[in-house]
């Protein structure tokens, strides 16, 4: 468990990400309201929300397709409207939406994404063989992508975001249209890189069995942060035996917020 409170910029800048009273509106619909998050280095961190929360939206502001109305986001230490470029290149993204090129080779696309970092090809090569033996994947790496299951293609994305050696994972809903198993050991996948590695991940789930106990987790509804801390302290606190059902507690609208 890390310190949850706030905490000023200048006094983080080692966090992997910190994203400070971020807020966003389409139109006179405000969809992201003070948002506040921290993901420490080498910790794997929780995003909660339904469909419509603002997921999406927040990372989208964090990995710079939309610009904030108000706020500051800093990752890996970079100021992402100060230092664009530093601070996106710090970032590995795994999308809800599959983005491999299905037509090309998983070594193609990995070597394709390297490119577009600057890294040489002979780079390219050695880390893509390096990262696929780690995941299980060297055996596919002739493959196209179109021949792969949907697990497979999903660690293949984990491992291509992981290429140029980011210091901070963000992961939107990473796991959809994947099975138990499956969603299960990408979830593994992902805690073991972020202990190995010192990588800090922000992965947003509406799935509430991908939320471990001894988890930090944050809790998204209606654009705004309405609870976060250690999942076992937060189920101990309201007296709920698992993350789905303290899910459904907290953000019940009939709920007294004191309860």
Same mark, same amino acid.
């Given at each position: 468990?890390? #310190?949850?409170?706030?905490?000023?910029?200048?006094?983080?800048? #080692?966090?992997?990400?910190?994203?400070?009273?971020?807020?966003?509106?389409?139109?006179?619909?405000?969809? &992201?309201?003070?948002?506040?998050?921290?993901?420490?280095?080498?910790?794997?961190?929780?995003?909660?929300?339904?469909?419509?929360?603002?997921?999406?939206? %927040?990372?989208?502001?964090?990995?710079?397709?939309?610009?904030?109305?108000?706020?500051?986001?800093?990752?890996?230490?970079? $100021?992402?409207?100060?230092?664009?470029?530093?601070? %996106?290149?710090?970032?590995?993204?795994?999308?809800?939406?599959?983005?491999?090129?299905?037509?090309?080779?998983?070594?193609? @696309?990995?070597? *394709?994404?390297?490119?577009?970092?600057?890294?040489? @090809?002979?780079?390219?090569?050695?880390?893509?063989?390096?990262? %696929?033996?780690?995941?299980?994947?060297?055996?596919?790496?002739?493959?196209?992508?179109?021949?792969?299951?949907?697990?497979?293609?999903?660690?293949?994305?984990?491992?291509?975001?992981?290429?140029?050696?980011?210091?901070?994972?963000?992961?939107?809903?990473?796991?959809?249209?994947?099975?138990?198993?499956?969603?299960?050991?990408?979830?593994?996948?992902?805690?073991?890189?972020?202990?190995?590695?010192?990588?800090?991940?922000?992965?947003?789930?509406?799935?509430?069995?991908? &939320? $471990?106990?001894?988890?930090?987790? *944050?809790?998204?509804?209606?654009?705004?942060?309405? *609870?976060?801390?250690?999942?076992?302290?937060?189920?101990?606190?309201?007296?709920?035996?698992?993350?789905?059902? %303290?899910?459904?507690?907290?953000?019940?609208?009939?709920?007294?917020?004191?309860?």
């Amino acid at each position: 468990m890390f #310190n949850s409170g706030v905490v000023p910029l200048s006094d983080t800048k #080692n966090a992997s990400l910190i994203a400070r009273n971020i807020n966003f509106s389409f139109g006179q619909k405000r969809v &992201v309201d003070h948002v506040e998050i921290e993901v420490p280095s080498g910790k794997f961190v929780a995003l909660l929300g339904q469909n419509g929360a603002g997921k999406t939206t %927040l990372f989208s502001i964090i990995t710079g397709l939309y610009a904030a109305d108000e706020g500051e986001i800093r990752i890996g230490g970079h $100021e992402l409207v100060k230092d664009t470029e530093s601070a %996106l290149g710090s970032i590995g993204v795994v999308f809800q939406r599959p983005t491999l090129d299905r037509d090309l080779t998983v070594l193609q @696309n990995l070597r *394709y994404f390297c490119n577009l970092h600057g890294i040489s @090809n002979a780079d390219a090569r050695a880390r893509a063989d390096i990262a %696929l033996e780690r995941y299980g994947l060297s055996d596919l790496k002739a493959r196209k992508v179109a021949q792969l299951s949907g697990g497979q293609q999903r660690r293949v994305e984990l491992v291509r975001s992981t290429l140029h050696e980011p210091h901070f994972l963000l992961l939107d809903e990473p796991t959809v249209g994947l099975d138990h198993a499956n969603r299960m050991e990408f979830v593994d996948s992902v805690k073991t890189l972020c202990k190995e590695h010192d990588v800090g991940v922000l992965w947003a789930t509406h799935l509430m069995d991908e &939320v $471990e106990d001894a988890d930090y987790i *944050y809790i998204l509804h209606n654009g705004k942060i309405i *609870y976060e801390g250690g999942s076992e302290e937060l189920l101990e606190t309201h007296k709920k035996q698992s993350i789905a059902e %303290l899910y459904s507690h907290l953000t019940n609208p009939k709920r007294d917020i004191a309860s």
